[in-house]
Structures are given as structure tokens and as C-alpha cells.
């Protein structure tokens, strides 16, 4: 059974990739910036715990997208929003 947690992250993810990956026309750039910025900026508040486990979810989502877009996205996810270090 999918839990409130579950559809939560796939409703961000969604919302996400919506952002980033829709053209000018559709959503204006700057703004889709400035909302993924502040988006980054909240999950910086997650617990190292719930980061891992959010970046997780997001591999896991990749590993079911046949989106190539979509899934380089997903992949890019966790260190975009910075949830796990970059060596």
C-alpha cells in the first residue's frame, strides 16, 4: 500500500520536473528557478536520515521512468537539491 509519504514525493518530484523540464511558453523561467530554489532550500531543513531517504525514492522513480528526460532529472535529483555531498 502507497502511503501519504509516497504520494507526497511523487507529487514534488512531478511538480519538479514540470518546472524544469516544460518550455519558456509554458512556465517562465525565472520563475520555475526561483520556486526549485526555494524547494532546495526547504529540504535543506530535512534530517541527513530523510535527505538519504528522499534521494532513495527519487532513484527508485528514476528506475521506473521511461521518460529520458524525466529520468536524468530524477538521477540529477539528489545532488541538484542537495541531498547528498559531492565529492
Known amino acids: ?7 507526497v ?12 523540464l516544460s518550455d519558456d511558453e509554458a512556465v517562465n523561467p525565472d520563475d520555475a528557478v526561483r520556486m526549485m530554489e526555494w524547494v532546495a532550500h526547504l529540504l535543506g531543513d530535512l534530517s541527513p536520515a530523510d ?6 525514492m527519487a532513484e527508485a522513480r528514476a528506475a521506473r521512468e ?4 524525466r529520468r ?3 538521477l540529477d535529483f539528489p545532488e541538484a537539491f542537495a541531498l547528498v555531498e559531492v565529492d
Do not use: Q
Open 72 to 74: 536524468e532529472f530524477l
Open 51 to 56: 535527505r538519504l531517504r528522499l534521494a532513495e
Open 1 to 7: 500500500m502507497t502511503g501519504v509519504l509516497e504520494i
Open 9 to 20: 514525493v511523487e507529487a514534488l518530484l512531478d511538480c519538479l520536473m514540470f518546472l524544469e
Open 66 to 69: 521511461e521518460d529520458p528526460d
